[in-house]
């Protein structure tokens, strides 16, 4: 059983979001605008960004998504279609897991490894 914090979850939301910002502006912007493909400065923010939601996937346990993003780190997704595609990949792999909430007053009665003052969500 793998333990994770909500914190995981939320981060990896927030990390998603943030990084389809980059693609709804391109995806927006009228062909043969220079400003519809990603500049390097995006490019390396894309890449950090993913970096760090693949050490989210790892924290939870999602090897799937893991393997998936790491390919993508030097090839980057260019439009919100082929980053979509990764996220639909992953969200897939998040509902395959079963989750258990566990609140703090009752982690006491689940080992130690609960006794952490925020609630906790268990997978297998």
């Not at 990603?38 to 790892?58: F, M, P, Q, S």
């Not at 390919?71 to 260019?78: A, E, G, T």
């Amino acid at each position: 059983m793998l333990k994770a914090q909500i914190n995981d979850y939320i981060e990896l939301g927030k990390k998603i979001s943030s990084t389809e910002v980059v693609f709804q502006i391109t995806d927006e912007t009228p062909e043969g605008d220079e400003r519809k493909k990603l500049t390097e400065d995006e490019k390396n923010g894309l890449r950090a960004d993913l970096n760090e939601v693949i050490v989210l996937c790892e924290t939870l346990g999602l090897p799937v998504s893991v393997d998936l993003l790491s390919k993508r780190k030097n090839d980057l997704p260019q439009t919100q279609r082929e980053y979509n595609l990764l996220m639909e990949a992953l969200t897939s792999e998040l509902e395959s897991k079963l989750f258990l909430f566990v609140p703090s007053r009752r982690s006491e009665y689940y080992g130690r490894a609960f006794s952490l003052e925020l609630p906790h969500l268990a997978f297998a």
